[in-house]
C-alpha cells in the first residue's frame, strides 16, 4: 500500500494548484497552503488523491513508522535543528517568572494554571522551580517536537544556552505507584544510561563527564555533565512523574558561561 507523504506544488511557468479564492489561508503550513485544504487541528488532508496526515501533526507511532528518530538535536534545541514548527503562546501558558534579585537572577516556578502534561488518568504536575539570569527568558514548546509531549519547558539565552524539561510518566518505566522516588528507579548509572538518550539523542557511553546525588527537602536529585554535547542534566521523581532538567550550550558558551549553567542546574527543584 503507497502513501503520498507530500506533493509539491510549483511548476517552473505556473502553480499547478491553487488556493481556493474563498478560503481563509493560515500561514503556518505549507502543505495545506499548497493544496487549499482545511487546517482544522486533527483533519486529514487530500492530496493527489490520497489521504494524509499534515506533516506537522505526525506523532509519534507515524515518526516511528517513517523511521524518523523520537530524539534528536531538535530536543536540545539549537536553531536551525530538526523541524520543529513554532506555535506562538500556547492556550494557558502563563509567566511565573519573578522579578531580578539584587544579583541580576530571576526565578520561574511552574503556574498551576499551566496547561498541558495532565493527561486522563494523570494528577497535575507537581511545580518545579529553578533560577536563570537576567536574560533568559521563555520560549514556545513546538507542536511537532520531536522530544515529544513530555518536554514541558523551554527556556533560552542568546549569550549562555538553552534549557529544556522533561517530565514523563514513571509508569513509562516502572509500576512506582503514586509517589515514586528517583531511588526507586535505580541508582545515577541506570537512570543516565536509560535516559540520557532522551535528552543528547544517542548512547551516552563515554560521555558521562561527572555525576553526584544531592538532597534538597528530603528529595534525592541525581546530577550529570555529559560531553559531547556539552548538557547537564538534573534528574528527580515526584508524584507519578520523572523530571528531567537539561542545559545545553554550544562550545563558546559552555567555555565562557559554565558558572552560571552550573548554577541554574544547581538550582533546580520540584516543589
Not at 478560503?23 to 489521504?51: F, I, W
Not at 540520557?196 to 544517542?202: A, K, N
Request: glycine share 12%; proline share 8%.
Amino acid at each position: 500500500m503507497g502513501t503520498t507523504l507530500f506533493a509539491s506544488c510549483w511548476v517552473p511557468t505556473q502553480p499547478k494548484c491553487k488556493p481556493k479564492p474563498d478560503m481563509h489561508v493560515k500561514k503556518q503550513s505549507l502543505l495545506l497552503r499548497c493544496c487549499g485544504e482545511d487546517e482544522s487541528e486533527g483533519n486529514d488532508v487530500s492530496v493527489g488523491g490520497k489521504t494524509v496526515k499534515p506533516i506537522g501533526l505526525l506523532g509519534r507511532r507515524s515518526a516511528i513508522v517513517l523511521g524518523l528518530p523520537l530524539f534528536s538535536a531538535a530536543a536540545l534545541g539549537f536553531p536551525g535543528d530538526g523541524f520543529a514548527v513554532k506555535q506562538g503562546l500556547l492556550a494557558g501558558r502563563v509567566p511565573g517568572l519573578s522579578e531580578p534579585d539584587e544579583n541580576g537572577w530571576r526565578t520561574y516556578q511552574r503556574p498551576d494554571e499551566k496547561s498541558g502534561g495532565h493527561g486522563v488518568g494523570w494528577s497535575p504536575i507537581i511545580p518545579y522551580m529553578f533560577k536563570v539570569p537576567q536574560d533568559w527568558d521563555e520560549v514556545p514548546v513546538s507542536i511537532a517536537d520531536l522530544g515529544g509531549t513530555e518536554i514541558d519547558l523551554r527556556f533560552a539565552s542568546p549569550q549562555e544556552g538553552r534549557l529544556f524539561v522533561i517530565v514523563a510518566p514513571v509508569l513509562r518505566f516502572a509500576d512506582l505507584g503514586d509517589d515514586a522516588k528517583i531511588e526507586d528507579i535505580g541508582p545515577p548509572e541506570k537512570v543516565i544510561n536509560a535516559f540520557g538518550p532522551e535528552v543528547i539523542g544517542e548512547n551516552v557511553e563515554g560521555k558521562v563527564l561527572s555525576m553526584g546525588v544531592v538532597q534538597h527537602s528530603g528529595r534525592t536529585y541525581y546530577q550529570f555533565e555529559l560531553e559531547p554535547p556539552h548538557v547537564l542534566i538534573t534528574a528527580t521523581a515526584a508524584g507519578n512523574r520523572l523530571y528531567l532538567f537539561n542545559i545545553t550550550a554550544k562550545g563558546l558558551q559552555w567555555k565562557r558561561h559554565y558558572k552560571d549553567l552550573k548554577q541554574i542546574a544547581d538550582s533546580f527543584r520540584v516543589v
